[in-house]
């Protein structure tokens, strides 16, 4: 049996202008994907936390038929059909995926799906891939089911710590300790959906989409500084500056929009959505206060402390 470890992520700074080659600040969260892998006599997904709205059922076989099975499905079965397609090998399995948050919410759920399917299923078959080669197949991937993306969430799900993704490409650990307060409420869209809304803003109206993104570029240059100075306040500020930028792109949601705002007047040092957006995951710096904010908003508080490991692989003998 192959046992697999993954932890989410948090979005510090950057997210959606990462995806236009602007530079972005993550971190791996203590909330793990637990997927495991046994032999079977057939190819079979089980997931605790999937749920698909509508079914169409072919009631002979009792076979699930609806599109949205494999949209629900896409991440997970893109990466197996990786294998047989670049590897040319297919070996049946039964994978089974435990997550210890909802699907799609800002936490980096689907590069978590890729990352532990692409470190397991690859050992399954009796490969050993460094965490850079899961990464880097990883991000792939998720590219190609999403169409659109950048390799902040593969990469830092995949490594682990605190990241940061420079313009142009690569990456660089950041060395400091940020401490952090988050939950998520769940969302109107993946982030899939809310990526092809950002493109159609960039494609309507490029001049004031550069200078929005090129704006949260330099908020996190300015932010990478300030975590390595350990410089709350300037943090902080910076959080809610590229709140600002993102509720210009239109990837926030009112609840939270209101919760940032009512945070800065309580005088919390900062907070700001994370991830996808349109809903999902708020980051805090660390504060009591927002625990209770969050709490206003039905948002479930996560496990935010920094996990310097990334994925974990583990070969069980049965
Ligand atoms: N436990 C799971 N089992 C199988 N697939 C999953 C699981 N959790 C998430 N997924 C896949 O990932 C998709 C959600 O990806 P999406 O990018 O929208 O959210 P996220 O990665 O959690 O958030 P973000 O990208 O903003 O960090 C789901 O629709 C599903 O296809
Ligand atoms: C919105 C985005 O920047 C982060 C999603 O967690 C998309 C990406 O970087 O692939
Ligand atoms: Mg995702």
């Known amino acids: 049996m192959i046992e697999v470890e993954v932890p989410l992520k948090l979005t510090l700074f950057g ?5 236009y080659g602007e530079p972005a600040i993550a971190m791996a969260i ?27 059922v072919d009631l002979e076989e009792m076979k699930l038929e609806s599109e949205e099975t494999s949209r629900v499905l896409s991440y997970a079965l893109s990466t197996i059909n ?30 978590a799906v890729i990352v532990g399917i692409v470190g397991g299923y690859s050992r399954y078959l009796g490969y050993e891939l460094t965490r850079e080669e899961i990464a880097k197949i990883s991000h792939k991937i998720e590219l ?18 605190l990241i940061y993704f420079p313009k142009g490409g690569g990456y660089e650990k950041i060395r400091g300790e940020i401490r952090i307060t988050a939950g998520y409420i769940r969302r109107i869209a993946t982030t899939a959906e809310i990526l092809k ?21 330099k908020t996190v240059n300015k932010a990478k500084i300030a975590i390595e100075k350990e410089d709350e306040e300037e943090i902080g500020e910076l959080m809610y500056v590229n709140h600002g930028l993102l509720m210009s792109l239109g990837v926030t949601l009112p609840p ?16 700001k959505i994370s991830g996808g957006g349109g809903g999902g995951s708020t980051v805090c710096l660390e504060d009591e206060r927002a625990r209770i904010l969050l709490s206003t908003i039905g948002a479930k508080i996560v496990d935010a402390r920094i996990s310097q490991e990334g994925v974990t692989i583990k070969e069980i003998n049965q």
Request: overall charge positive; glycine content about 10%.
């Open 15 to 19: 997210e959606h202008a990462v995806v």
């Open 30 to 56: 203590n909330e793990k994907m637990k997927i495991k892998i046994v032999p079977y006599h057939k190819m079979v997904l089980k997931s605790n936390s999937l749920s698909i709205k509508g079914i169409k």
């Open 82 to 111: 990786f294998f047989e397609k670049e590897y040319g090998t297919r070996k049946n399995a039964l994978i089974e995926i435990e997550s210890p948050v909802d699907p799609s919410v800002g936490l980096g759920t689907s590069a």
């Open 144 to 161: 190609t089911v999403q169409g659109l993306g950048s390799r902040m969430d593969t990469y830092t799900t995949s490594l682990g710590g």
């Open 197 to 217: 809304r950002v493109k159609s803003l960039k494609e309507k109206n490029p001049d004031l989409f550069n200078d929005l993104i090129s704006s949260i570029g």
């Open 256 to 271: 939270i929009d209101n919760l940032v705002s009512t945070a800065k007047i309580l005088g919390l040092k900062g907070c």
